[in-house]
């Protein structure tokens, strides 16, 4: 059974930073690119960045040069650390397995996790 638990969200000022995580089980963690999501209220949740198999990384322009994922396998987690953080980045974040379709990477499961919330104001 896939399970994703995302946590270190908090409260945080405009220009400060987090690191998230997010211990993955129930698949071969090592096989599988992996992506961090987001959604913030009355939005569609959105694609951050993704780590692939070989630890190459893509972002989203809104968050290029501000945020970095990174993972270990040895222990089945994934990262993302988010410096400059702006009100706009405020939104709970989930993190997925993934997988390219065509020029797209899509979410590999159906189930999600609870995801971490990051609410960035003063």
């Known amino acids: 059974q896939v399970q994703l638990v995302e946590s270190g969200g908090g409260l945080v000022q405009p220009g400060g930073s987090l690191r998230l995580s997010c211990a993955a089980s129930?698949?071969?963690?090592?096989?599988?690119?992996m992506g961090w999501y987001r959604q913030a209220p009355g939005k569609e949740r959105e694609l951050v960045g993704i780590?692939?198999?070989?630890?190459?990384?893509t972002y989203s322009d809104s968050v290029k040069g501000r945020f970095t994922i990174s993972r270990d396998n040895a222990e089945n987690t994934v990262f993302l650390q988010m410096i400059s953080l702006k009100p706009e980045d405020t939104a709970v974040y989930y993190c997925n397995a993934a997988y390219l379709s065509g020029l797209r990477y899509l979410p590999a499961f159906g189930s999600w996790g609870q995801g971490t919330q990051v609410t960035v104001s003063s």
């Open positions: 780590t692939s198999v070989g630890g190459a990384t």
């Open positions: 129930g698949f071969t963690f090592s096989s599988y690119a």
